[in-house]
């Protein structure tokens, strides 16, 4: 079992959406949850940072990290097709000082 | 700009050969990490240095070696290339102190 799975896609919403996507982890040691986009053949931007349990809004995004059950989430908002790029969960068991582990990513196309 | 300069971004070479790769972090952050990203395993840890000194190893070959230099700059050296090696190399770097990773835009290795 990997210690992140992520499902790859792609997945494909029409603009103004509301894009759903989520990663399970096994490895309780985690405590710092990331997700960050990448567009084709650029380097991963990071999106947003959350730690331990909970919620965190940033304009049209939202990251939510449920440690009980291992799983994390982001919602983006009215979706643009400026949206359309992978996006990859991260995460890891220090504050910046410990290596990401990522998922897979999971490829995102927003229709205009 | 990330502030995370990695360079060459693109490089073709023969197998058998060695290359070295060169990634200078963003200004203040102490610790330097290599991910490669194909497209069957996505990003994986290579190896972590902080202000100097190995910090942390992933899946990195025995055929690759890394060092981080006193200004801070890092280096990826990669030998006896197989065709396999071929991919996307980033570089990330990171304060320690909880702000998240930045990565570089990448160094895309093809090996023929």
């Known amino acids: 079992q990997k210690e992140v799975e992520q499902d790859p896609g792609p997945l494909s919403v029409p603009e103004g959406a509301i894009v759903s996507l989520n990663c399970t982890y096994s490895?309780?040691?985690?405590?710092?949850f990331m997700w960050y986009r990448q567009y084709s053949r650029k380097g991963p931007e990071l999106l947003m940072y959350?730690?331990?349990?909970g919620n965190k809004e940033d304009g049209r995004f939202t990251a939510q990290v449920d440690k009980s059950s291992k799983y994390i989430s982001l919602f983006i908002r009215d979706s643009q097709p400026s949206d359309s790029a992978t996006y990859l969960c991260?995460?890891?068991?220090?504050?910046?000082?410990?290596?990401?582990?990522f998922g897979k990513g999971t490829r995102l196309s927003v229709i205009a | 700009d990330s502030g995370v300069t990695q360079t060459p971004k693109h490089l073709i070479t023969a197998t058998g050969q060695r290359v070295t790769l060169r990634c200078s972090p963003r200004?203040?952050?102490?610790?330097v990490y290599w991910y490669q990203q194909s497209l069957d395993q996505g990003l994986q840890f290579l190896i972590q240095?902080?202000?100097?000194?190995?910090?942390a190893k992933g899946n990195i070959l025995e055929r690759f070696s890394a060092q981080q230099f006193p200004d801070l700059h890092s280096e990826l050296n990669l030998s006896s290339l197989e065709l396999g090696d071929s991919a996307l190399y980033f570089c990330?770097?990171?304060?320690?102190?909880?702000?998240?990773?930045?990565f570089g835009s990448g160094t895309r290795l093809t090996v023929v």
């Open positions: 990330a770097s990171s304060k320690g102190t909880g702000d998240g990773y930045t």
């Open positions: 490895n309780s040691a985690f405590q710092y």
């Open positions: 959350t730690y331990s349990s």
């Open positions: 991260a995460m890891s068991r220090g504050s910046g000082n410990t290596p990401l582990v």
């Open positions: 200004s203040g952050d102490l610790s």
């Open positions: 240095y902080y202000n100097g000194e190995e910090r």
